[in-house]
């Protein structure tokens, strides 16, 4: 079991920069491959970064040069550096964790992004 905690979002103009954090728990942190998702209002959930346990990054392509993704297992957190922040990136972000057959999902944070 692994229990996920975000933290981070707001409001921001666009332009501005936000960096969400994910607290995990419960588990051995850095057995999981972690992952930012987000669902915008009548869209399906998308992922926007994830990092594996190895340290391998991927990113939507909508959000590639502007998102960082990046893992502290001593801490056992992962964090999302958003700039350059647009309007449709406005949207619930979620942490997620996964390992084979298991996967685990934060209550999710909204981010605003104002024009």
């Known amino acids: 079991q692994v229990q996920l905690v975000e933290s981070g979002g707001g409001l921001v103009q666009s332009g501005g920069s936000l960096r969400l954090s994910c607290a995990a728990s419960?588990?051995?942190?850095?057995?999981?491959?972690m992952g930012w998702y987000r669902q915008a209002p009548g869209k399906q959930r998308e992922l926007v970064a994830r990092?594996?346990?190895?340290?391998?990054?991927n990113y939507a392509d909508s959000v590639k040069g502007r998102f960082t993704i990046s893992r502290d297992n001593a801490k056992n957190t992962v964090a999302l550096q958003m700039n350059s922040l647009k309007p449709e990136d406005t949207a619930v972000y979620y942490c997620?964790?996964?390992?084979?057959?298991?996967?685990?999902w934060g209550q999710g944070i909204q981010v605003t992004v104002s024009s």
């Open positions: 997620n964790a996964d390992l084979v057959l298991s996967e685990y």
């Open positions: 419960g588990s051995i942190f850095s057995r999981y491959n």
């Open positions: 990092i594996t346990r190895g340290g391998i990054t």
